[in-house]
């Protein structure tokens, strides 16, 4: 059975998606719940898969110069081993943020985190023109980071 959220599921989700390290007091104070009432609902979505995981964000400005790029991946064979070898590889490449598979004439859409435009385009030939698999790519390097963000909207009742 999938998870209902109430109103106080909603904002309390909410407030843990824009911050999951504030104290069980302040996301109580926030929700009108005491902190072992928070304790309890925040288990309960562990329990329930609604949080996957938490994890620091870290601002790449803080840490040095960074280059994002956006790269669209077209496959040459479609066969189910050629798609899961390609994702294996998307996984274990820790400069691979993101990955996702596509429906359209793209097969896939991966971002990725460098030092410099020169380390994108080394990473990109490794991992796309030096696979026999990967048809086309197209490596679009980011010029502003407009909006950034995981957090999934909450429906309302």
Known sequence: MPFVPDAVDRRLLRLLQEDAGRTLR???????????AVQRRIRGYRAAGVVAREVAVL?????????????????????????????????????????????GQWD????????????CRALSDRLFLGDGNVRRYDTLPVLDPVKTGLTVPLPEP
Not at 26 to 36: D, I, Q
Not at 108 to 119: G, I, N, P, Q
């Open 26 to 36: 302040e996301l109580g104070e926030l929700v009108g719940l005491s902190p072992s």
């Open 108 to 119: 896939y859409v991966v971002v990725l985190v460098t030092d410099s435009l020169a380390e």
């Open 59 to 103: 601002d790449p400005a803080a840490l040095g110069p960074t280059t994002l790029a956006v790269v669209l991946v077209t496959l040459d064979h479609e066969s189910a081993e050629h798609h899961a070898a390609f994702r294996t590889r998307m996984r274990h490449e820790p400069r691979v943020q993101q990955c996702y598979d596509l429906a």
